[in-house]
């Protein structure tokens, strides 16, 4: 069906865009006469043009005349406030575009169906719902973050053969490496994806990670560390400045600096409603959990969790830390080199994708 394959393409180019435009939503947007694309773009970084806007300004001059003729595709409902653009839905009025196909609608409280309604009272006809499950799955963060008041959680270890994180005893202040080179790239290009990483205490003083991009090119997530007492040392990298920085803690009046910040928390039986709180107030729509088991279990038994990639090696430890249990529909299953990677997904959590 052609009208699927101008919204695939406009998923496409969501995905170029998605994580610069965070906190927005990552939106693809396709201009389409008699079956030829004139015009096409994505989101722009946070506070520049959305994709209808890039769409409508990337047509050629000689094909501008077209542009009222022409249906556009977009893969998430226009805008219709002023934030730090002006609203799509006035521009696509503007530009007299009669023909608009939605994927779906857009969850935020200042959108939530009003810019479809602009479109249809300016006399523009609206379809709504083109594959609205795989445009939903594309921005899923994004409905997330709208529509359960917090980021989308993303649980991630490695364990060995034998169902272990980590041996009983190591000789240095360093991960035990239990995956390949390969793997490790693939998780610091996923760190690049989200806009958070969060770890526990004993993760830290046992392997004084950096928690940011290395193997990768892309963003540094915001570093989030569990120190309930404040027993990680200032010469440790997660206070080091270098990318923001959420310390959570239950000691109060802590100062912040310029790019380390203290919130106080309670660490009781809802610990991990209380992290989601505090990364939905500074406006993260996802976090990738690392470990270690702890803190992981911690979320599982919650069920605060949407999804789960989970690496088996083939070392073999015969003793040491256990990884954590869990339950979950296995979406994906794949080898990297001797590796085995499980993508498992929380579906009575978001059981839209």
Not at 49 to 61: D, K, Q, T
Not at 99 to 111: A, L, R, S, Y
Not at 257 to 273: G, K, V
Request: hydrophobic share 35%.
């Amino acid at each position: 069906m052609a009208e699927e394959i101008f919204m695939q393409r406009c998923l496409e180019l969501a995905e170029k865009g998605m994580r610069n435009a965070m906190p927005n939503p990552g939106v693809g947007a396709v201009l389409v006469h008699n079956g030829r694309i004139i015009g096409e773009g994505h989101t722009s970084p946070y506070g520049g043009p959305h994709g209808e806007v890039n769409c409508i300004n990337s047509v050629r001059a000689e094909n501008r005349h077209l542009i009222p003729e022409a249906t556009l595709y977009v893969s998430l409902e226009p805008c219709s406030h002023h934030g730090k653009t002006p609203p799509c839905s006035d521009l696509i009025i503007e530009k007299g575009i009669k023909n608009i196909i939605v994927g779906t609608t857009d969850p935020h409280e200042k959108v939530a169906g009003n810019g479809i309604k602009k479109l249809r009272a300016a006399g523009r006809h609206v379809q709504l719902g083109l594959l609205e499950k795989e445009c939903r799955n594309s921005n899923r963060r994004f409905f997330n973050f709208h529509e359960k008041q917090r980021p989308y959680i993303v649980l991630k270890w490695a364990e060995s053969a034998d169902g272990f994180l980590s041996p009983q005893h190591k000789e240095e202040q360093k991960p035990v490496w239990i995956t390949t080179p390969y793997s490790r790239q693939l998780v610091h290009k996923w760190r690049s994806e989200e806009a958070a990483i969060l770890v526990g205490t004993q993760t830290v003083l046992d392997d004084n990670p950096g928690l940011d991009v290395r193997s990768w090119t892309g963003h540094n997530p915001v570093r989030v560390v569990l120190d309930r007492s404040g027993r990680i040392p200032e010469s440790y990298s997660v206070k080091n400045q270098k990318n923001k920085t959420i310390i959570l803690t239950e000691q109060a009046n802590l100062p912040n600096l310029d790019n380390l910040f203290f919130e106080t928390i309670t660490f009781d039986n809802a610990l991990p409603q209380n992290i989601c709180s505090v990364l939905y107030r500074h406006n993260l729509l996802s976090v990738i959990i690392e470990g270690g088991r702890q803190t992981l279990q911690t979320f599982i038994d919650a069920g605060l969790w949407d999804e789960a990639r989970v690496f088996k090696g083939t070392a073999v430890f015969g003793s040491g830390t256990k990884a954590p249990h869990l339950t979950g529909d296995i979406a994906a299953r794949e080898k990297i080199l001797n590796d085995e990677l499980l993508i498992i997904r929380n579906y009575g959590q978001y059981n839209t994708i």
